[in-house]
């Protein structure tokens, strides 16, 4: 694909569930398991969640937000990325007033999770709020083979000036060497990452309540993801 020019899988997985370390697992009130913390390819958490939608929606790489001058034209207002993403999104939540969603921004676009309602990856609804969305296709692609939604929790190792980890260091291990190996590079990435987020919160759009299910999940997220909105998104 690189030598042809076509563009790569940013999420590095094809169309079937990725293997991947569990970190953590997540129940709820009842003990039942909602949700696991893995460890994806390129090293960084992950939250997978059974019923919990997470939306992916990525900004456009090529658009331009450079104001026009002229001899005699003041410069025109600039929208952000960040401002006419969350206002498609408040557009179309006003359309879904029982949905609750709050709303995040990562490093390259915004993340959103419906707080009020339990869905499945395969289900025409989530679907159609996916697609209405605008969430990455491929993002759609992977929750609907792994049958859950995900969120990336901890920072993207070469936004910190880190290289992935090293070649032949990929789980389930091969050999005991490449765990020590591996284990060698995570305690570098995870010193890193306790200097960047992995996304800052917004807003909250509709009903403020948090669904019973959820609600372990956001815990979960918002502590690991964006518990200090200082820090830089990586």
């Given at each position: 694909?690189?030598?042809?020019?076509?563009?790569?899988?940013?999420?590095?997985?094809?169309?079937?569930?990725?293997?991947?370390?569990?970190?953590?697992?997540?129940?709820?009130?009842?003990?039942?398991?909602?949700?696991?913390?893995?460890?994806?390819?390129?090293?960084?958490?992950?939250?997978?969640?059974?019923?919990?939608?997470?939306?992916?929606?990525?900004?456009?790489?090529?658009?331009?937000?450079?104001?026009?001058?002229?001899?005699?034209?003041?410069?025109?207002?600039?929208?952000?990325?960040?401002?006419?993403?969350?206002?498609?999104?408040?557009?179309?939540?006003?359309?879904?007033?029982?949905?609750?969603?709050?709303?995040?921004?990562?490093?390259?676009g915004l993340r959103c999770l419906v707080t009020s309602h339990l869905f499945h990856?395969?289900?025409?609804?989530?679907?159609?709020?996916?697609?209405?969305?605008?969430?990455?296709?491929?993002?759609?692609?992977?929750?609907?083979?792994?049958?859950?939604?995900?969120?990336?929790?901890?920072?993207?190792?070469?936004?910190?000036?880190?290289?992935?980890?090293?070649?032949?260091?990929?789980?389930?291990?091969?050999?005991?060497?490449?765990?020590?190996?591996?284990?060698?590079?995570?305690?570098?990435?995870?010193?890193?990452?306790?200097?960047?987020?992995?996304?800052?919160?917004?807003?909250?759009?509709?009903?403020?309540?948090?669904?019973?299910?959820?609600?372990?999940?956001?815990?979960?997220?918002?502590?690991?993801?964006?518990?200090?909105?200082?820090?830089?998104?990586?």
């Amino acid at each position: 694909k690189l030598l042809s020019g076509q563009a790569l899988n940013r999420y590095f997985y094809g169309e079937r569930p990725p293997r991947e370390e569990i970190l953590d697992r997540i129940v709820n009130g009842a003990g039942k398991e909602i949700a696991l913390i893995t460890r994806n390819a390129y090293g960084a958490q992950v939250l997978n969640a059974a019923n919990a939608m997470f939306i992916d929606i990525d900004f456009p790489d090529s658009a331009n937000t450079t104001p026009r001058r002229g001899l005699f034209r003041k410069p025109s207002p600039v929208v952000s990325h960040e401002e006419a993403a969350v206002q498609k999104v408040r557009l179309w939540a006003a359309g879904r007033p029982d949905l609750g969603i709050r709303v995040y921004r990562t490093f390259g676009g915004l993340r959103c999770l419906v707080t009020s309602h339990l869905f499945h990856p395969a289900d025409r609804d989530a679907l159609a709020i996916l697609q209405a969305l605008e969430s990455d296709p491929l993002y759609i692609r992977l929750c609907q083979a792994q049958a859950c939604f995900r969120a990336r929790l901890t920072a993207k190792p070469w936004r910190m000036g880190i290289k992935p980890p090293p070649f032949g260091c990929v789980y389930p291990w091969e050999t005991p060497s490449a765990e020590t190996t591996f284990r060698g590079w995570e305690k570098t990435y995870q010193q890193s990452s306790q200097q960047y987020a992995a996304c800052h919160y917004l807003v909250h759009l509709g009903p403020g309540s948090v669904h019973p299910e959820i609600e372990p999940i956001l815990k979960w997220h918002d502590n690991t993801a964006c518990s200090r909105q200082n820090l830089p998104l990586a």
